[in-house]
T-cell receptor, first 111, second 114 residues
């Protein structure tokens, strides 16, 4: 089942912060975050693993609450380049490296 | 060039025709994936492959066929295209191991079925 992302869209001014949430109804092994700019391919941001390990982006952070089966992506001091659609992808186990993606969160950063 | 490429980038075809979308990667990644992206649905997995000659269905496989005779290629065929298959198709690849690993996406193919 597809994870649920919230909010669906957010508009920010440069320098403001945003939080994007991803919730699953199933137990999670890992959560993956991608950003996609209009007309382009999704680009990897980070992976959060069950147990707390985190791999990825320097300026964007995220958390993974295993008990609640939720992940949150934190965008601080947003820049114009942060604009795009953010997708979370979830894995329920470490087999197959298959992801189930959420519907996406559209982020627009204005000057 | 190194990386993952897709061809064609744009394709218009008629209902009922067969069409093949190509995907090629130069990293020798074991895993390859096909997704379709439609407004409101995010990315949905069509088929995936763990290695050459090993493929399996994803979330939305009906109407599609895949093959993987070589590690670097993973073509997707629409046997008889329908209007509902109008979409943007992304191919992706990733390593295989103790994982999980990031997926690298190709540039996409925009397919229109008339």
């Amino acid at each position: 089942q597809q994870p649920v992302q919230s909010p669906q869209a957010v508009i920010l001014r440069e320098g403001e912060d945003a939080v994007i949430n991803c919730s699953s109804s199933k137990a999670l092994y890992s959560v993956h975050w991608y950003r996609q700019k209009h007309g382009e391919a999704p680009v990897f941001l980070m992976i959060l693993l069950k147990g707390g390990e985190q791999k990825g982006h320097e300026k964007i952070s995220a958390s993974f609450n295993e008990k609640k089966q939720q992940s949150s992506l934190y965008l601080t001091a947003s820049q114009l380049s942060y604009s795009g659609t953010y997708f979370c992808g979830t894995m329920n186990n470490n087999a197959g490296n298959m992801l189930t993606f959420g519907g996406g969160t559209r982020l627009m950063v204005k000057p | 060039d190194a990386g993952i490429t897709q061809s064609p980038r744009y394709k218009i075809t008629e209902t009922g025709r067969q069409v093949t979308l190509m995907c090629h990667q130069t990293w020798s990644h074991s895993y390859m994936f096909w997704y379709r992206q439609d407004l409101g649905h995010g990315l949905r997995l069509i088929y995936y492959s763990a290695a050459a000659d090993i493929t399996d269905k994803g979330e939305v496989p009906d109407g599609y066929v895949v093959s993987r005779s070589k590690t670097e290629n993973f073509p997707l065929t629409l046997e008889s295209a329908t209007r509902s298959q109008t979409s943007v198709y992304f191919c992706a690849s990733s390593e295989r191991g103790s994982g999980p690993y990031e997926q690298y996406f190709g540039p996409g193919t925009r397919l229109t079925v008339t």
